[in-house]
């Protein structure tokens, strides 16, 4: 509530004009004389208004109002001058003052008054109104800067991250090709010495066999044993390191045919096996037939290997087109792919090995039960990876095993952009 | 050094050790009418060549992976020079890159054999390759030929 002081220096003029302002519930302060409101007002100045009787002993009213006006926090403060009419007075004061400063007359006319005090405390609390919500929006200003400035800095952060992430992918592709010019350097390199081990055991053997117990020929029919399985795992380290990623290598080719063809090189296997192979059709796709060609043979050659022992492999190829939903980039979105199923009825596996045997190396049997160097369904994973492919198998032990090739289907001659996995 | 040339003169360049003793104990073995000069490098083989005093290779076995002037070099200068061009050359390497051969084809090499794995399996080939004149055999010039497929031994 506004507060208003009346400075008179007769006690009943105080009191009649607090009791014509009381009732409009402002807050008022007296003081009798000049000295007293200088002194009230050394503490207290959120005056909205002073009444100031101009006829007081010592200090008169508009030597009081010079000396109030004196001070910077006081200025704001308007000032009522009650008095007698006096027309000289009036002149030299309005000088000092422009605007905040009136003038109400003896006799004090009481609705005159209150008009004027309330006019007076109206623009007072307006003015403070308006203060405030500058101050508000000063606030709500600063805040919106802020978020502004720290917006910026997140999408700066944003985008360098981007930027790290892509030199990443960069360093991260270089590593792999490091990788593989590695494996196939050190796999050229480690094949001469292993051809001599081949070469001069081989020879002791037929050559100097008959100086040597039943042992010692064991001894060289290990070294033999070793070595070939050695050379086996180089010659895979080595397919494997040789894939090509290169799309120019793609071309749209019926899978059918490609399988028959992998079909008719394993004849002799087939045969010895005795195995049934039932080729259902399959699309034509852009692939890379140089790399689908050993896909298939591993698969096929898998479920050759791994039949029950009395039972003749019957190996089952087929396919399904199939809806898969992706997020790329935070956007779904629906992509076709052909399901190529290559199913047997062999030993099987326990399923919760089903992501493992993928693995480089990782076998689920000892190399005496079944040879192999562990790398078949890495080569394959890695191949299907390249077609921007998935692979996966379903088995149970005993029960045979299903190996699913998911590949993208995309009519044209190109393949899509590489996923930046 | 005035020894008859026996039937054959074969040269074969090698920078491997075990493979130059080899090729060498396999020939004896095999018991073909051959004279084999034995050289470590390219350069040797070219300095080789270009003495007056030798008598000239009918067969040159090239190994490709060689010190200062390697096989593909040699090639090159064998086929380009004509004193030199018409020796029978055969690239004699464990290289299994298709490029290489494709390249050694391109250079105008006359048969490409893959050093065999086996000491049996190397006097098996070197039997069938010696015994036969290579020259009317292998002319065709087609890329099937080109690599030398040795029929099984029979056992």
């Known amino acids: 509530m506004a507060k208003i002081l009346i400075v008179d220096d007769r006690e009943d003029n105080l009191m009649s004009i607090s009791s014509l302002l009381e009732p409009s519930g402002y807050k008022l302060v007296k003081a009798n004389s000049g000295r007293e409101a200088l002194k009230i007002l050394l503490s207290e100045y959120d005056f909205a208004l002073i009444l100031m009787d101009v006829q007081m002993p010592n200090l008169s009213g508009f030597e009081t109002a010079s000396l109030i006006y004196e001070r910077e926090k006081l200025r704001h403060i308007p000032i009522i001058f009650i008095t007698a009419h006096s027309q000289d007075e009036e002149n030299t004061f309005i000088g000092y003052k422009t605007g905040a400063v009136d003038y109400i007359y003896k006799p004090i006319n009481p609705e005159l008054l209150r008009a004027k005090v309330s006019v007076f405390v109206e623009l007072y609390s307006k003015t403070h109104q308006l203060i405030a919500q500058e101050q508000k929006l000063i606030a709500i200003n600063k805040n919106l800067e802020n978020e502004v400035k720290e917006r910026k800095l997140s999408e700066e952060k944003v985008k360098l991250l981007n930027l790290q992430l892509l030199q990443n992918i960069d360093k991260l592709e270089a590593a792999n090709k490091d990788l593989d010019r590695f494996a196939f350097m050190a796999s050229h390199d480690l094949q001469e010495p292993l051809r001599k081990i081949n070469v001069f055991s081989e020879r002791l053997d037929s050559e100097y066999g008959n100086l040597l117990d039943t042992e010692g020929k064991r001894y060289i029919n290990r070294i033999q044993n070793a070595t070939s399985r050695l050379q086996a795992l180089i010659k895979d380290i080595l397919t494997f390191s040789k894939i090509s990623t290169d799309k120019k290598d793609f071309v749209k080719s019926d899978l059918s045919q490609l399988m028959k063809e992998v079909v008719s090189e394993m004849e002799s296997e087939i045969q010895e096996k005795n195995a049934q192979i039932i080729i259902e059709e399959l699309p034509s796709l852009a692939i890379n037939p140089n790399l689908m060609r050993p896909l298939f043979f591993n698969l096929l050659s898998n479920s050759l290997k791994y039949s029950k022992k009395d039972v003749p492999p019957v190996v089952r190829i087929y396919s399904e087109p199939e809806m898969i939903s992706e997020k790329l980039n935070g956007v779904e979105s629906k992509r076709k792919y052909c399901r190529i199923f290559v199913s047997d009825n062999g030993i099987g596996f326990e399923q919760v090995f089903s992501e493992q045997i993928f693995d480089m190396f990782k076998r689920l049997h000892n190399h005496t039960e079944y040879e192999g160097t562990g790398i078949g369904l890495a080569l394959c994973k890695k191949i299907v990876e390249v077609h921007n492919g998935y692979i996966s198998a379903k088995s149970s032990l005993g029960e045979g095993a299903t190996f699913i090739v998911s590949l993208p289907m995309i009519e044209q001659g190109e393949p899509s952009e590489p996923v930046r996995a | ?155």
Do not use: H, W
């Open chain 2, 1 to 155: 050094m005035n020894t008859l040339p026996k039937y054959l003169p074969v040269l074969l360049a090698d920078d491997d050790m075990d493979d130059r003793t080899l090729f060498s104990e396999a020939v004896t073995r095999i018991k073909v009418d051959i004279d084999l000069q034995l050289v470590k490098d390219g350069a040797e083989l070219m300095d080789y060549l270009k003495n007056s005093a030798i008598i000239m290779p009918e067969i040159i076995f090239l190994d490709l992976n060689m010190p200062r002037v390697n096989g593909f070099e040699c090639l090159a200068e064998l086929k380009s020079t004509a004193a030199f061009k018409d020796i029978f050359v055969i690239i004699y390497s464990t290289t299994q890159s298709q490029k290489d051969i494709d390249e050694v084809y391109r250079l105008k090499a006359n048969l490409f054999v893959r050093k065999p794995d086996s000491f049996s399996d190397l006097k098996n080939t070197l039997y069938q390759i010696l015994t036969i004149n290579v020259k009317e055999q292998f002319t065709s010039g087609t890329m099937q030929d080109f690599v030398f497929k040795a029929t099984p031994l029979s056992k």
